[in-house]
């Protein structure tokens, strides 16, 4: 037969905790006898001030009696949470008050005055002034115009151009900061490795790529295999070269992390002084006689005549007695 589950009281004591300094612990729910609801629950809460005892200070109510510029509104005082005076917020500019001026048909409008977001100066002044009006007045206008940019926190006068970050460039122009980004031509993909330069926007080609996709700067050299050089040029191209092996002997060996093989000892071939004398060979054949390995005629029949030289037969002389002191006749 199982067992029930009873509450342990003695397990409550420790899962209740301490509050911080400043805080005390609330009973916000009762514990029961049921299993997973034996425990008292509690929340650390600061306690309640006793706002009775709290004397405000009056200055907010002068505030009150200060008015607002016509462009900017007080809002509500209010007392924030776990405090017992009121605040009294400072005049804030209207929203959505500054809407560009229009103007009748023929008249342009200029800035007299600009603004800077604080009430009384909350929008820009305009002023309509007619065609002719607009070139002249425009211009002394602008010239008094000063532009204030919020995010580089500066102020810049009439065509001052500036970096608002290495993106965007901007122009001071008629009291306003008028700003674009900047457009990136795009590097096709595998000719270099691309990054970005310290405070330049648009990424750019800082080295080559080696057959493995790795990164190699600028005059780096190295290694591909054991017989192949590379290098990383100006351009972000790569110059690889490999040597041409010559050996001198007749069975070189490979020598681990050598590129070319080497030779233990030189193989020199030294054709006898004289060569053997055929004076009794009784051999006439067709082709003539074989020749050894170094360069000796040799007792034994050619198999057949490979000339060096290809020509027209119909232009060559017939061999004789008289041009020829090699000729062999074959007797049958």
């Given amino acids: 037969m199982k067992g029930a589950c009873i509450c342990d009281p003695s397990k409550c004591f420790n899962s209740q905790g301490k509050c911080l300094p400043g ?18 629950e509690y929340e650390c809460r600061q306690p309640a001030k006793d706002c009775a005892s709290v ?10 009696n200060d008015e607002c510029p ?3 509104f007080r809002p509500l005082s209010y007392i924030p949470d776990g405090s017992c005076c009121p605040i009294q917020p400072d ?58 940019d919020s995010h580089t926190n500066k102020t810049y006068t009439e065509g001052d151009k500036f970096l608002r970050s290495p993106c965007e460039t901007c122009e001071c122009h008629s009291g306003i900061v008028k700003c674009k980004q900047m457009q990136c031509t795009s590097i096709p993909k595998g000719k270099c490795f691309i990054g970005h330069e310290k405070n330049e926007c648009c990424p750019v080609c800082l080295g080559c790529l080696d057959d493995q996709n790795g990164k190699r700067e600028i005059d780096e050299n190295w290694q591909k295999d054991e ?39 030189p193989t ?9 004398s055929l004076e009794h060979c009784p051999l006439r054949c067709e082709y003539g006689l074989q020749k050894s390995p170094i360069g000796c005629f040799q007792c034994k029949c050619a198999e057949s005549l490979e000339p060096t030289v290809h020509s ?21």
Wanted: aromatic share 6%; proline share 7%; glycine share 6%.
């Fill in 23 to 40: 805080f005390e612990r609330i009973l916000v729910k009762n514990g029961n006898a049921k299993p997973g609801q034996c425990c008292d």
């Fill in 55 to 64: 004397i405000c200070n009056d200055d907010f109510k002068d505030i009150l």
């Fill in 70 to 72: 016509e462009d900017s």
């Fill in 91 to 148: 005049c804030r500019c209207k929203p959505g008050l500054c809407i560009p001026i229009q103007c009748s048909k023929d008249f342009y409008p200029i800035i007299t005055k600009k603004g800077n977001g604080i009430p009384g100066k909350c929008c820009d002044n305009f002023k309509c002034v007619s065609k002719n009006e607009n070139t002249i007045q425009g211009a002394i206008a602008r010239r008094t115009l000063k532009c204030f």
């Fill in 227 to 265: 017989c192949t050089n590379c290098t990383c040029n100006l351009n972000f191209t790569t110059t690889c070269i490999t040597p041409i092996c010559k050996t001198d002997c007749i069975n070189p060996r490979k020598v681990e992390g050598e590129c070319c093989p080497v030779c233990d000892h």
């Fill in 268 to 276: 020199i071939i030294e054709p006898p002084i004289i060569c053997p």
């Fill in 312 to 332: 027209d037969e119909s232009q060559c002389e017939e061999l004789n007695d008289n041009n020829c002191d090699k000729l062999v006749v074959f007797l049958k």
